[in-house]
């Protein structure tokens, strides 16, 4: 899943994968002013007084859909806005999705073990004080085309249908790149994400199909996933210049620990992909299309015998353990667990709140939470069906 972009600054090549562009990031030297407006530029004066009004009203969720004016960078706009189109600010506070609500329960349990990792929370803060998102960002910039309401907008607009979806609190910034391969990811930070489209999802997928893909990573950053998945990547790509010695043996322990739970949040940004698209249909497609990253092939399959290899794959012992070194889980078995999530009354509710508040309705609340075992007091969903902590069955 690699492709090339050029270095604005002299034209050297750059390996197009996560691997690829955290490996130059030493090499690149940026100056980021790090403030609530991007640019760096203070909003006009004279719109102070809006502002300040905007404000007082966003706080108390005054509006249902959109601004004219953004209360937080002072980005006007002569049509009311989703998402600031400059400091991509979430404009609809009215509306809200508890991610805890639908995230799978292995991701959860995954995580908070991964956060209890000293060495690993010394490698994070070493990526946030040295790197952060500004790095990444430099890698797009000049060999890359970043989405907006003026550049792709069609594409921008599947983003924000997303962003909105998910209710996520800034939009991520999104770049185009030229592969040939289908595929998508995530890098950056929690607060400042950068999400990455390959041109061949793009020119392979149907609109409901490219909507599971955005879904599926607006899904990692709805959930905070992308800080950690990026601290894999630098990970992984320190370990490989380490062959042996202790340093190599800490770095690898912390990559398995990463991919445990790395796979496990794959469940639950498919999970977010699918309230995004609102079709299992095309969901399943699109998911296949990037296990097979052929759309010919795709035309021809089988899905009844393509899920059939999931049966066999329980069956072998080896089939358990062969995930263990990678960073996706089997597409089968992604593919079977979004049918699950689908057939669910959590999956019914969450769909049928998007649905309402994209078309204008009133949004009906969502009754169910997080809740407690009641043998151990862990804290599950409404989903689980056993506590991850203690196994006890909850229903």
Known sequence: MEGVIRNADNGESILLSPHGILNRLHRVSIEADVTSNPEGRPPPKHLDKIRERNLESFDQGGWEMGLTVCPRCGYTSEEPMDFCHECR?????????????????????????????????????????KLGTPWIDAQFLGGAVRVGPRQFPDLYRMVVKAGKILAVKELPKTYVVYSPVMNAFTLGTNEEPVMVLHSAIVDEMDEDELMMVIGHEMGHVKSNHVLYHTVLVALRQAASTFLAGPTALLLRGLDIALLTWFRKSEYTADRAGLLVCGDLDAAR?????????????????????????????????IGK??????????????????????????????RGRA??????????????????????????????RFCSNCGYRLR
């Open 89 to 129: 600010l979430n404009l609809n506070p009215g509306y809200e999705v508890d991610s805890s609500i639908y995230e799978h329960p292995d991701d959860r349990k995954a995580l908070s073990a991964v956060k209890k990792m000293k060495p690993l929370n010394i490698a994070v803060r070493l990526f946030l004080d």
């Open 321 to 350: 353990w062969s995930e263990l070194l990678m960073t996706h889980p089997f597409g089968i078995r992604r593919v079977k667990n979004l049918e699950e999530f689908y057939n669910s009354d959590i999956y019914e509710k969450l």
């Open 355 to 384: 649905e309402s508040f994209l078309a204008g309705k009133p949004v009906p609340e969502m009754a169910v939470g997080l809740a407690t075992c009641p043998n151990c007091g862990a804290t599950v969903a409404p989903t689980d």
């Open 285 to 317: 497609r699109a998911m296949i299309k990037l296990c097979l990253g052929s759309k010919k092939l795709f035309d021809s399959l089988n899905l009844d015998e393509y899920m059939r290899q999931l049966e066999e794959l329980d069956e072998e012992k």
